[in-house]
């Protein structure tokens, strides 16, 4: 029982060498090698084209610089003279105003001026203060302005329309700054502001307030 199990056969190694399955299976080492590098440059060319999709991409989001928003968010009133025998009014009117940052960073911006206007007439003016609009942001200031009917002329329709209960004003205003990305780029954005409205002088009140 034991010499048969001496006698058992036992594959023969030449030399101390295995072969590989490849190898065994009749492929040359050329092939090998061959077959090693293509797999080399296939995963080199699919990496490459995989950073090109995300420069591309992080270039046309993160990168694109937009126009940030400048608008007439609301506003309430302090003063209110409103006379329509004698066509005039004077109103201290709170404005708060908007700047809608949607870039990946933050617009700082300049001071300015916001005019308001009754027709053609300018009929009160407020200053901007500089000031940071952040990355994805709308930064909120309120701002303090005294409207006045003193410039206006006498046969504007004024009366006709604050007999109506109705003052219609228009506002313009244009912000200049920078959007700053990755601390590095830097880019010159302006955005004007052109909002209208109206005055309800019975429920003192603002109305109708639409922003192109």
Same mark, same amino acid.
């Given at each position: 029982?034991?010499e048969?199990?001496?006698?058992?056969?036992?594959?023969?190694?030449?030399?101390?060498?295995?072969?590989?399955?490849?190898?065994?299976? #009749? @492929?040359?080492?050329?092939?090998?090698?061959?077959? +090693?590098?293509?797999?080399?440059? /296939? !995963?080199?060319?699919?990496?490459?084209i995989f950073?090109?999709?995300?420069?591309?991409?992080?270039s046309?989001?993160?990168?694109?610089v937009?126009?940030?928003?400048?608008?007439?968010?609301?506003?309430?009133?302090?003063?209110?003279?409103?006379?329509?025998?004698?066509?005039?009014?004077?109103?201290?009117m709170?404005?708060?105003? #908007? @700047?809608?940052?949607t870039?990946?960073?933050?617009? +700082?911006?300049?001071?300015?001026? /916001? !005019?308001?206007?009754?027709?053609?007439?300018?009929?009160?003016?407020?200053?901007?203060p500089?000031?940071?609009?952040?990355?994805?942001?709308?930064?909120?200031?309120?701002?303090?302005?005294?409207?006045?009917?003193?410039n206006?002329?006498?046969?504007?329709?004024?009366?006709?329309?604050?007999?109506?209960?109705?003052?219609?004003?228009?506002?313009?205003?244009?912000l200049?700054?920078?959007?700053?990305?990755?601390?590095?780029?830097k880019?010159?954005?302006?955005?004007?502001?052109?909002?209208?409205?109206?005055?309800?002088?019975?429920?003192?009140?603002?109305?109708?307030?639409?922003?192109?």
């Amino acid at each position: 029982m034991a010499e048969k199990e001496q006698q058992e056969y036992h594959p023969a190694t030449a030399n101390g060498y295995h072969r590989s399955d490849e190898e065994a299976a #009749g @492929v040359p080492s050329d092939e090998l090698r061959r077959q +090693k590098r293509k797999k080399c440059i /296939i !995963y080199i060319i699919a990496f490459a084209i995989f950073q090109i999709a995300v420069i591309t991409l992080f270039s046309v989001t993160v990168m694109k610089v937009k126009n940030p928003k400048f608008r007439v968010r609301s506003a309430t009133f302090g003063t209110f003279d409103v006379q329509t025998a004698n066509p005039s009014f004077n109103l201290m009117m709170n404005v708060e105003v #908007g @700047v809608k940052n949607t870039n990946f960073g933050p617009y +700082k911006f300049d001071n300015s001026t /916001i !005019y308001f206007y009754y027709g053609d007439t300018e009929v009160g003016s407020a200053s901007i203060p500089n000031s940071k609009a952040n990355f994805k942001s709308t930064k909120k200031l309120t701002v303090s302005v005294d409207l006045t009917s003193v410039n206006l002329a006498t046969n504007s329709g004024l009366g006709t329309q604050l007999a109506s209960g109705i003052l219609p004003l228009t506002s313009r205003a244009r912000l200049t700054g920078k959007v700053e990305l990755m601390l590095i780029m830097k880019k010159k954005k302006s955005v004007d502001m052109d909002c209208s409205m109206e005055v309800n002088t019975t429920t003192r009140e603002l109305q109708n307030l639409t922003c192109n």
